[in-house]
Every structure is written in C-alpha cells, then in structure tokens.
C-alpha cells in the first residue's frame, strides 16, 4: 500500500513536472518521500529524491538540489545502480553548468558518459551529448560542440526521441548563431520549433521562440523578436516559470528599441523604361 501510494504520487508529480507545474510537482515528491521512507525501500526513495532534485534545479535552489543528488548517489552506490549513478552524474554535472562551472560540469559528464558507454542506455547518452556540446560551445570549442550534436541527433532518431531532437536542434541554433551563422541558426530553430509544436509541448515551443528571438533581435528584425518573445513570456507567466522577469524586462527593452528606432521615409520609385 505504501508503494503503490509512493509511486502514484511520483507518477502525479511527474505530470505536473512536464507541465511546468513545479509547485505542485515538488509537494507529490514531498509526500512520495514519507511513504517511502516509512516503507524502508532505499531504492524508492533514491528514485523519489532524485525527483525532487531536478525539480529544485529547475526551480532555482540549487544547493537543494545539490545536497538531494550527493544523497541520492550515496544510494545508487550502495545499491550498486551503474545506470542511476550515471543519471545522478550527469545531473549534477546540469547543477555545475547552470552555475557557469563548465570544467567541473564537463567532468561530471564525463564520468557519467563512461557509466553509460558500459550500461549501454542510448537515450540517456544521447541527452549528455548534447550536454557536453553546450559545455564546448560556451567554452569556444565550437567544432567539437558541432560533433556531440550530431551524434546527439543520431543517437535521439534511433531512439525515437522527437522532444530530445528538439532541444538539439534549439542548442544547435544558439551554435550557429554564437558563429555568425544566422540563417543556419534560424533554421534549426524553426525545425525545433515544428517538434515542438508537433508534440503540443508548450515548454519547448517556448524555447524554440525564445532562440528565434535572438536570431531575429541579431539580424536586426526588432518586430519579429518582439513577436517571438511576446509569446514566451506569455508561456513564463502561464507556468510560472522563474524567468518571467527577465525575460518581460528583456521584452520591455526590446519595445523601448523599436520606438527609438527612426520611421524610414517610403522609398520612391523610379519609372523603368521598356
């Protein structure tokens, strides 16, 4: 009875999670953790706390996070769980990256990336390829970037993984664009985009808009961007993601931009004679 409450609570907590829900996602975990613990299974409340973990990445309490992980990774090994320990890794590799510690984030994916070479679990080595790449393009490695992506996309269509092909496509525009490359940047965008809209995630087509934005804000193409980033800040507000401000901030500069900007007179045109 316990555990099946324990894992209703993390299969409600879940929904609510990739629905962006992360208040109500955190209290299933929350409640999920007391069944668990009074029921004495160390590997439901490994599965439970790490939960729990990425929903305090994702919501900004990364020494919650943090502290839920290295808890969590003292399990596994106990456990002896290689393809959790991997999972665990590269999380905490996520929580050194969105600090900006890439050295460190990169040698947790590495870690993780030979666990996941021996266990062979293809989707979980594709999503931390596509990690390693983001660590190389903020390091300025941007051909080596390119190489983890394309393995990440090989590895996301053998799986079927369409929302992970997303995410790449998106990381592979915000490559191109730090290259100069604009139209390439704008096209992968756009493809993520499509995905995205195709699997109705509001989440990603969010991210995909808001990487159009800055192809369109870098061409020059102020209404566009602002169009764009109308939109993912609508989808901030509706899911009470942790970016609304900013990125409302970022809108209201971008507003203030194209008023300042002066009205060009309507060219005139020239007779053409035949």
Known sequence: MLESSSAYLNELGNRYFSRGYYTEAYRCYIRALEFDRRGGDC??????????????????????????????????????????????????????????EWERGRAYYLEALDLMNRTGDIGAKAVLLSDLGLVAKEMGEFDLALSYYDEALRLMRQAHN???????????????????????????????????????????????????AECFEDMGQIAEAIECLTLVVRIDRKFRLPKLQENTARLEA????????PTSAPAHRSSVLS
């Open 43 to 100: 590997r439901a409340v490994a599965t439970t706390m790490g939960n729990l973990g990425n929903i305090c990445a994702v919501s900004g309490r990364r020494e919650q996070a943090h502290q839920y992980y290295l808890e969590v990774l003292e399990l596994q090994k106990n456990l002896g769980d290689d393809r959790g320990i991997g999972a665990t890794l590269a999380n905490l590799g996520n929580l050194c990256v969105d600090a900006g």
């Open 162 to 212: 369409i929302a992970g092909q997303a995410d790449v496509y998106r990381m592979i525009a915000r490559l191109y664009l730090a290259m100069g490359r604009r139209q390439e940047a704008l096209a992968c965008a756009r493809t993520s985009l499509a995905m995205a809209e195709r699997l109705h995630d509001e989440l990603r087509v969010g991210g995909a808009q808001y990487v159009l």
């Open 254 to 261: 971008l507003i203030q931009r194209q008023k300042s900007q």
